[in-house]
């Protein structure tokens, strides 16, 4: 059995949580989350405290970043609500040569984003970050060549939860987004991107909405896409792939640009009514 680290802000934490039953099941046991190491305790949100956490899901908890490093085939760096940790938390193990995935939220900007995937290159360890919409089977139903346009809606905390929309219109749109308009209001947004030769995609951002994408096709059909299904277990699966093969299933290129459009999009939701360029 090959063993994971898990590095995290504070351990009590859903993804921390749900990964490790799926990681043996997709791998059939031949990985495994065996330690962890969490930078503050989960109760200065309200939570378990890193013990607790670590005692319930049966793995060791480590007080030194180096020694669970050393002790693990592959690392997971989680803080998935808190991006901005990220490449702090990341620094040790993107300098270790081994797998590394950070999860979703990859950066808060494109220069973190870029830091960190040159910090990796430079010590020779894979990395790469996803959203785990990607993997919705939902997805698949048409292609990217039968799309005339797109409108897309989703739920959750705008700086949290806009990933989970960007990532899969990528799928769809690829990365040439020139620039983004804001309007409605805090907790019912509203998006309008425009990708070179024209393209558009409008974006609504609220709450309560369920993850989909209508797509209008170019012989006038819309075809709506609900990500209904369960797209977990399927991104871990390649997660595992990734941490077998040390071959990232997501481009650097491809997370830079999305960090850099999620940075256009939160600017422009403070600036409503202005368009705000997406840097490249």
């Keep these: 059995m090959k063993r994971i680290g898990y590095i995290d802000y504070y351990l009590d934490e859903w993804h921390a949580l749900n990964y490790p039953q799926w990681i043996r099941e997709e791998s059939d046991g031949a990985w495994a989350v065996t330690a962890a190491w969490a ?28 020694r669970l490093i050393a002790a693990s ?20 193990a993107l300098r270790s040569g081994k797998p590394v995935y950070v999860d979703k ?29 990607r993997y919705s089977s939902a997805w698949e139903s048409i292609e990217a060549a039968e799309i005339a346009g797109l409108t897309s809606r989703g739920g959750g905390l705008l700086e949290n939860y806009i990933i989970h ?16 308009l804001a309007s409605g209001s805090p907790g019912c947004e509203f998006f309008l991107v425009e990708y070179s030769g024209g393209r558009s995609v409008s974006i609504t951002q609220q709450p309560a909405l369920g993850f989909a994408i209508t797509a209008l096709l170019r012989d006038g059909q819309a075809v709506e896409m609900q990500a209904n299904d369960a797209y977990f277990p399927p991104m871990i699966a390649a997660m595992i792939r990734f941490f077998d093969s ?19 999009v939160l600017r422009a939701a403070r600036d409503r009514g202005s368009w705000v360029n997406v840097e490249s």
Excluded: C, W
């Design 246 to 264: 040390g071959e990232p299933p997501v481009p650097a290129t491809d997370t830079i640009a999305l960090m850099s459009l999620r940075e256009a």
């Design 73 to 92: 085939d592959a690392l997971i760096v989680l803080s998935p609500d808190d991006p901005a940790e990220h490449e702090r938390l990341a620094t040790a």
């Design 39 to 66: 930078d503050i305790e989960g109760t200065t949100f309200g939570r378990r405290t890193n013990r607790e956490t670590a005692d319930a899901l049966g793995i060791e908890l480590v007080s030194d970043l180096d």
């Design 165 to 180: 929309q960007l990532e899969p219109i990528s799928l769809f749109v690829g990365h040439d987004a020139k620039r983004v």
């Design 105 to 133: 939220t990859f950066a808060p900007d494109r220069a973190t984003a870029i830091r960190m995937f040159e910090l990796a290159a430079e010590h020779g360890t894979p990395m790469y970050s996803t959203s785990a919409l």
